[in-house]
T-cell receptor
Framework: GAVVSQHPSWVICKSGTSVKIECRSL??????MFWYRQFPKQSLMLMAT?????????EQGVEKDKFLINHASLTLSTLTVTSAHPEDSSFYIC??????????FGSGTRLTVV | QQQVKQSPQSLIVQKGGISIINCAYENTAFDYFPWYQQFPGKGPALLIAIRPDVSEKKEGRFTISFNKSAKQFSLHIMDSQPGDSATYFC???????????FGQGTRLTINP
């Protein structure tokens, strides 16, 4: 089946620094990648949709300058949280879409900003 | 119209029992209905999915029942085991790189 590798699985950073999260589709080409944020005991909240080679589409209320998404190739998408603050602490999950396998999720990244 | 409503919010079932989680949707354009299982600190994993041209799909102990006219679908877990204790999410999408719309999630606990 399809696999999406997400790294790092957890990261702690100081307030004001930037953090990059990577997602790679290992055995399929993800033309579209989705980035989610999940708060404890809540559902997944879609942040943005990225298509390879074009600008990401952000959901309403998501700051595009804070959450930079790059989808430079069919197998790699990155989310950079810029100038992170404690309120950005959350669980971030990516997902790649493939016609054969549907939507495959990464294992998630726990971001803690101190 | 993009919402998917999931119930119950939490569910406790005895080992060996049947766990049933329900979802309802409004957008009749949805053509893909997956169920995901999520363990703490992990990403969601696809359990089983169905398309609206069938009314039921079974994979092992997991069954999706789909009622197109009522715009409802449900997940049945037969012979529930403690290892099934997790959070379950239903979702819906218009497939073709369209975003998934998630239900609110159900925290399932299987008592030994």
């Amino acid at each position: 089946g399809a696999v999406v590798s997400q790294h790092p699985s957890w990261v702690i950073c100081k307030s004001g620094t930037s953090v990059k999260i990577e997602c790679r589709s290992l055995d399929f080409q993800a033309t579209t990648m989705f980035w989610y944020r999940q708060f404890p005991k809540q559902s997944l909240m879609l942040m943005a949709t990225s298509n390879e080679g074009s600008k990401a589409t952000y959901e309403q209320g998501v700051e595009k300058d804070k959450f930079l998404i790059n989808h430079a190739s069919l197998t790699l998408s990155t989310l950079t949280v810029t100038s992170a603050h404690p309120e950005d602490s959350s669980f971030y999950i990516c997902s790649g879409e493939d016609r054969a396998y549907g939507y495959t999720f990464g294992s998630g990244t726990r971001l803690t900003v101190v | 119209q993009q919402q998917v409503k999931q119930s119950p919010q939490s569910l406790i079932v005895q080992k060996g029992g049947i766990s049933i989680i329900n979802c309802a949707y409004e957008n009749t354009a949805f053509d893909y209905f997956p169920w995901y299982q999520q363990f703490p600190g992990k990403g969601p994993a696809l359990l089983i999915a169905i398309r609206p041209d069938v009314s039921e799909k079974k994979e092992g102990r997991f069954t999706i029942s789909f009622n197109k006219s009522a715009k409802q679908f449900s997940l049945h877990i037969m012979d529930s085991q403690p290892g099934d204790s997790a959070t379950y999410f239903c979702a819906a999408a218009i497939q073709g790189a369209q975003k998934l719309v998630f239900g609110q999630g159900t925290r399932l606990t299987i008592n030994p």
